[in-house]
C-alpha cells in the first residue's frame, strides 16, 4: 500500500527515509556447516559486498551479535580486507536485527563512519545448539540461575511457555489455530529454493506432532541450523550508485521491553508482550500504521511468537491473533504475507536476520523464488504461489520486521520501497 | 566458603559474594519461605534483587512470606532440554501468584513465585498428578533440600484450600 500522502518523510528528527539497506547475503542454511562461524560469517559478507555492488573497503562500520557463539567483527574485518573506523560486538539474539540498524543509523549520523555490514554468523546445530542441548544444557548453575535453570527452566520454549499458556487462557486461542502459523510459512519456503525444510505442513501435522514442552509441539518450534547472514546499511546519498533499488529505513524500535526486565513474569497481563510498548515507538516513528504495512516478517521462534507480536503491534485486535493468522490473511495472495522465505520455522535460523533480508528483496521487487529470470537480470514473477513457485509480493511497498528476543523484549523496523 | 550442592545431577553454587542469594536460600534451607521487603516502600519482591523495582531503593529487610497461592500460569515439559530432567518427564514449571500482595501495586502484579509440582514429600509428581493441576489450582509451597544451606522452594497441592472444580489445562493431554 502507497504511504498516507501527509506522511512527512522530511523529519529530521525521525530520520524517515536517510539511510537504507543497499545489501544482503547469505550463506546456504545447513545442518552440519563444516565450517567455523568467521568462514561463515565472511561468506555472507562477501556476498552482501557483492549483492550492493561495492568493494569490501567501502565498509567501515561492522555490527554483529551472539550468544558468545560466533567471531568477532575483528576476524571477520581481516578477512574480508577492510579496515574499520567503527565496530561492536553485541551479546543478543532475537531482537538484535533491528536494534543494530537504528545502532548503524545513530553512528553514521553521528559522523563515525559511512558504511556498516551488520552479521550474524551461527553453528545454531552443529556446534552451540539454539534449543539449548549439548554444552548450554550442561552450564553449571549459578545464583541467578537457581531461580530458573534450576526447575528445568531454561530453553526458549521452557523459558516463555507460560506466556503462550496463558494468552490461550486469556482469550480462548486454539491450539489449531495457532498451528496455522506454522502451515502458512511452510507454504511459503516450498516457493524458497534456500529454505531448508520446503515442504509445506497442515494443522494436523503439527498439531500430531510431539509435544515438547505445553503447548509446544515439535512442528511448533523453529528449525536448527547452521548459518551466516549479512546486511549492509548506508546513507540513501550512497545508495545511488548501488546495485539494487535501495530499501529505505522508515523507522525503527530497538530493544524495547517490558517492566520488570530482572524477571518479567512478576508484571502482568503475562499474555501480552513487549510489542504493545514498542508499538508507541515503531509507528509515530515510521509515520505509517499497521494498515499500511503489505508484509510481515513476524518473528518466528514459536508459532506462538509470531502471534503475539501481530497482536501487540496492533495488526489486529488484543486476543485476536489466533483469528488472525488462520484467517488467510497472513497468506501469499493474503492480504498481508508474513514470513514469506518461510522464517525461522522453515527457512533457517538467524536471530532475525534472514526476515529482514527477505523484505529487502520483496521491497526490490525481486525475490530469489523459482521464477524465470527475464533478460534485465530480473526474475518474472508469475504471482503464482502454488507449491514451488511464485513468492514475491505483488507491488510490495512498505514492510514491517517485528523481532521478538523474548516476552519481555523486542525491536521492530519498516522499510519501504526506495526509488 | 560459596554454598554448593548437587541437585539432581546438576551442580548448584551461591558465591559469598551473592550475598541477597546466601540470604534467600539460607532460609529456604531452614525451611522458611522470606523474601526481601523494601525499607522505604513497605513493598515485597521476588526473586532476590540487589534494589527496589518499585522505588529503587536499595535497603530491605528479609520477612516470612506465606508460601501459599494460586497458579497463574504454567508450562509442562515432556521433552527436557537438561541431562537432569529426562527422568522425570512430564514435570511442570509453575508460575503461582502468592496471595501476599496480589494485585499490588497494580492490578496486573504479583509475588508470581516459581517452582516445580511435587509431592508432598517432595518428590517429582507423577503423570497423573501432573494432570489434576491446571491455571487456577491452589498450591502450599514444599521445600527441596540439596545441601547444608541450599534448598529450592517448590509447590505441590494445597490439600487444605478449596480447589476449582476444573482448573484450566492446556486442551490436548
Not at chain 2, 551442580?11 to 550475598?19: F, H, P, S, Y
Amino acid at each position: 500500500m502507497p504511504l498516507p500522502a501527509d506522511t512527512d518523510a522530511t523529519t529530521p528528527k525521525y530520520l524517515r527515509d536517510k539511510y537504507a539497506i543497499v545489501g544482503v547475503g547469505e550463506t546456504t542454511y545447513t545442518r552440519g556447516s563444516d565450517k567455523t562461524t568467521r568462514a561463515m560469517g565472511s561468506w555472507a559478507l562477501r556476498n552482501a559486498i557483492a549483492d550492493a555492488g561495492i568493494k569490501a573497503t567501502d565498509i567501515d562500520g561492522m555490527l554483529d551479535y551472539s550468544g558468545n557463539d560466533s567471531t568477532s567483527a575483528t576476524f571477520i574485518a581481516g578477512d574480508i580486507g577492510t579496515r574499520l573506523n567503527f565496530y561492536m560486538d553485541c551479546i543478543g539474539g532475537g531482537s538484535s536485527t533491528e536494534a543494530l540498524v537504528g545502532l548503524a543509523i545513530g553512528i553514521m549520523e553521528a559522523g563515525l563512519c559511512k558504511c556498516v555490514a551488520i552479521f550474524r554468523s551461527m553453528n545454531g546445530f552443529s556446534q552451540v545448539r539454539i534449543g539449548g542441548t549439548g554444552a548450554r544444557s550442561l552450564a553449571p548453575v549459578n545464583g541467578d540461575a537457581l531461580h530458573n535453570r534450576a526447575y528445568g527452566w531454561q530453553s526458549a520454549g521452557q523459558s516463555f511457555a507460560p506466556t503462550f499458556m496463558r494468552h490461550m487462557y486469556d482469550y480462548g486461542t486454539k491450539p489449531e489455530q495457532v498451528a496455522m502459523v506454522k502451515v502458512v510459512h511452510s507454504e511459503h519456503a516450498s516457493n524458497n529454493p534456500k529454505a531448508y525444510y520446503k515442504k509445506r505442513y497442515t494443522v494436523d501435522d503439527v498439531l500430531n506432532s510431539r509435544i515438547i514442552c505445553k503447548p509446544l509441539h515439535l512442528l511448533d518450534c523453529c528449525v536448527e541450523t547452521d548459518n551466516a547472514t549479512a546486511i549492509i546499511v548506508t546513507s540513501v546519498d550512497r545508495a545511488k550508485d548501488m546495485r539494487h533499488t535501495p530499501a529505505l529505513i522508515r523507522g525503527i524500535v530497538g530493544r524495547c521491553s517490558k517492566p520488570r526486565m530482572d524477571m518479567h513474569y512478576q508484571h502482568g497481563p503475562i499474555s501480552t508482550v513487549a510489542g504493545y510498548y514498542a508499538k508507541n515507538i515503531l509507528w509515530p516513528n515510521s509515520g505509517v500504521g499497521p494498515e499500511d504495512i503489505d508484509a510481515v516478517g513476524a518473528y518466528d521462534a514459536f508459532t506462538f511468537t509470531s502471534m503475539l507480536q501481530l497482536e501487540d503491534y496492533g495488526f489486529c485486535k488484543k486476543g485476536e491473533g489466533g483469528e488472525y493468522v488462520s484467517s488467510g490473511i497472513t497468506r501469499l495472495g493474503g492480504r498481508r504475507p508474513q514470513n514469506t522465505s518461510g522464517g525461522h520455522l522453515c527457512e533457517g535460523y538467524t536471530h532475525g536476520m534472514n526476515m529482514v533480508i527477505e523484505n529487502v528483496r520483496q521491497l526490490r521487487h525481486d525475490v530469489d523464488d523459482s521464477c524465470p529470470i527475464g533478460p534485465d537480470g530480473k526474475r518474472q514473477h508469475t504471482y503464482d504461489y502454488r507449491e514451488g513457485g511464485c513468492r514475491q509480493v505483488k507491488n510490495i511497498e512498505v514492510t514491517a520486521n517485528l523481532g521478538w528476543a523474548n516476552p519481555m523484549t523486542g525491536s521492530a523496523m519498516v522499510m519501504r520501497r526506495g526509488a | 566458603m560459596p554454598v554448593r550442592g548437587e541437585y539432581l545431577g546438576m551442580a548448584l553454587t551461591i558465591d559469598d559474594l551473592d550475598g541477597e542469594n546466601v540470604t534467600y536460600f539460607k532460609h529456604c534451607s531452614e525451611h522458611n519461605f522470606h523474601l526481601q521487603k523494601c525499607d522505604e516502600c513497605a513493598l515485597v519482591r521476588y526473586p532476590p534483587t540487589s534494589g527496589c523495582p518499585w522505588c529503587s531503593s536499595p535497603k530491605s529487610t528479609w520477612v516470612p512470606v506465606e508460601g501459599k497461592g494460586e497458579v497463574h500460569s504454567y508450562n509442562e515439559v515432556h521433552h527436557a532440554i537438561q541431562p537432569a530432567f529426562k527422568a522425570v518427564t512430564p514435570y511442570m514449571l509453575l508460575l503461582v501468584d502468592l496471595d501476599t500482595q496480589k494485585g499490588q501495586p497494580s492490578e496486573h502484579e504479583a509475588l508470581r513465585v516459581a517452582g516445580n509440582l511435587m509431592t508432598p514429600d517432595g518428590k517429582f509428581a507423577p503423570p497423573e498428578m501432573v494432570k489434576k493441576i491446571g491455571i487456577g489450582s491452589r498450591l502450599r509451597m514444599v521445600f527441596s533440600d540439596v545441601s547444608p544451606g541450599l534448598s529450592i522452594p517448590n509447590w505441590t497441592i494445597d490439600e487444605d484450600a478449596k480447589q476449582p472444580e476444573k482448573p484450566w489445562r492446556y486442551p490436548q493431554e
